[in-house]
């Protein structure tokens, strides 16, 4: 039976779930970004500080990355991801309660410890509903919570820092994924032989379908050591590192680059904070489509990369000068966050299945370390210099090694577009 007869269940029923939940965890992430100025005043620290708290949820994030995926493997995606959403969801309220800068960044490790756990649990949830040949695409759709977050609490924070105050915007926004908590227990099903709503067509499509991959992948056993010594997985790490460095570094102070250039109202700045997410947004859709339809995940990620560097440069210099096209090019540079599904369509498709657990782990435990140098280094150069100017270049940069890391990943895979047999194995570029 052909993909197109089979039905689109598992597209209708986990996906959005699955996508929801994710915007809330990007919420809860992003938006001290525009706490820290009302919390510089408040709390008495410089915005070296305030890049440390930003950053510090990374190394919270790296503490169980790889025991996240081993979990879920193990007690199931709807499990794991439902206690931590009740957690998170906690700590992220606990942030509008701290008094000092120890008490922030000891809330934010936590939340990033929690935090840490979803994303490895979510691919392992991914990679049992959707083969490989819709995995770039489910990806893509899973991680349009981030733009779609920022496009909601930009807007969203920015009237309530003019309203009322950052402790009353961390409270309101960590309500919604303990209520989203429960239509995930009830909602997920950790793969198809478990859900009752889907039909046994849909069924026996996916089934087939990771079978047959799970026979022609290499053959590797399933430990961290291995993952460790294997050479895509560093080259993926690290690629992912200079990349999220560049990445989340600029979208955590974006707010503050906005404001740096227009000046305007906490209103105004979450509302022209929102633009560069709808290009991510519509750049995530477009990009996921064409690197499933040619299978250059590779070069698709490098493309998205180098043109974020371009993009970012003219933004950096423009900003003083001409303004209007400063902001014209931060909205086209968030095309580049598009480069998360390609990017994680590369080790399902390169690594075997029994040792995604922890190469993903790895991988993106090793990346999220950009999450905690990339807001940091942000905010001593800030510090140093009284500018945005260095940052930002620093984060261009960032991008630019990413993209020619990526070029390095090699390895002969069975091409996912031949179904005759293993036997007709080719180098894939991916």
């Not at 890049?51 to 190394?59: E, K, N, P, R």
């Not at 109202?265 to 904070?273: A, K, Q, R, Y």
């Amino acid at each position: 039976m052909t993909q197109s007869k089979v039905g689109n269940g598992r597209w209708l029923r986990i996906m959005p779930i699955a996508f929801i939940m994710y915007t809330f965890a990007y919420i809860d992430r992003n938006n001290i970004g525009f706490g820290f100025a009302g919390m510089q005043k408040d709390l008495g620290f410089s915005a070296a500080y305030s890049g440390l708290a930003g950053g510090i949820f990374f190394i919270g994030f790296l503490v169980f990355q790889v025991h996240g995926g081993i979990w879920a493997r193990k007690y199931g995606a709807r499990k794991v991801i439902t206690i931590c959403l009740v957690i998170w969801s906690v700590f992220a309220f606990l942030t509008g309660t701290v008094h000092n800068i120890a008490e922030l960044l000891a809330v934010r490790f936590i939340l990033g410890m929690v935090e840490g756990i979803v994303w490895p649990a979510s691919l392992i949830l991914i990679s049992n509903w959707f083969p490989q040949k819709e995995r770039a695409r489910a990806t893509a759709y899973f991680m349009l919570g981030t733009p779609i977050s920022a496009i909601i609490m930009s807007p969203i924070s920015g009237y309530l820092l003019d309203h009322t105050s950052w402790r009353v915007m961390f409270f309101i926004e960590a309500i919604p994924p303990l209520a989203w908590a429960l239509l995930w227990w009830f909602g997920i099903s950790d793969k198809p032989s478990l859900a009752k709503w889907i039909s046994k067509e849909e069924k026996d499509y996916i089934e087939t379908s990771l079978a047959s991959e799970n026979s022609s992948a290499n053959v590797s056993k399933n430990g961290f050591l291995v993952a460790l010594k294997d050479r895509n997985v560093m080259v993926l790490s690290f690629s992912g590192f200079f990349g999220i460095m560049g990445l989340y570094g600029l979208g955590l102070w974006l707010p503050t680059v906005v404001k740096t250039i227009t000046h305007g109202s906490n209103t105004m700045v979450g509302l022209i904070s929102a633009l560069p997410w709808i290009s991510a947004m519509i750049g995530s859709i477009v990009i996921s489509h064409l690197s499933d339809r040619t299978g250059n995940h590779k070069g698709f990620y490098a493309l998205i990369c180098t043109s974020g560097t371009i993009f970012l440069l003219v933004a950096t210099f423009a900003g003083t000068i001409h303004p209007y096209v400063a902001i014209i090019a931060l909205i086209c540079l968030n095309l580049s966050f598009a480069k998360n599904a390609p990017f994680w369509a590369i080790p399902t498709a390169v690594l075997s299945r029994d040792m995604l657990p922890n190469s993903i782990g790895i991988i993106n435990g090793i990346g999220n370390l950009g999450g905690f140098f990339g807001p940091y280094v942000f905010g001593l150069l800030m510090t140093f210099t009284h500018s945005t100017k260095a940052g930002t270049t620093f984060f261009s940069l960032s991008l630019l090694v990413s993209a020619l890391l990526i070029l390095m990943i090699r390895q002969t895979v069975s091409n996912p577009r031949d179904t005759k047999s293993p036997k007709h194995a080719t180098e894939t570029t991916l």
